[in-house]
């Protein structure tokens, strides 16, 4: 199921959530530039649980829903801003 225009919700959650702070867009597109879609996806992964306080349960959600991203996508449009 789409939604928003990109293939599912964690996708187009993503995306905003990295556009929505220079910062972190910066971050995402050198991960990009640098290692294309495996960095990126790491570099998400990492801050998400940089920032999950050591909760077991929110980073084992935060890893399944990382699972979802089409990730060819986000960076596709991260490179296209």
Avoid at 51 to 67: K, M, P, R, V, Y
């Amino acid at each position: 199921m789409t939604y928003n225009g990109w293939s599912n919700k964690f996708t187009w959650d993503v995306f905003t959530c990295l556009t929505n702070d220079e910062g972190l867009y910066k971050q995402a597109l050198q991960s990009v530039k640098e290692g294309g879609i495996p960095e990126l996806r790491e570099f998400v992964k990492d801050y998400l649980h940089q920032h999950s306080d050591g909760d077991t349960f929110l980073t084992e959600l935060i890893t399944d829903a990382l699972d979802d991203v089409v990730w060819w996508e986000v960076a596709d449009a991260l490179q296209s801003q």
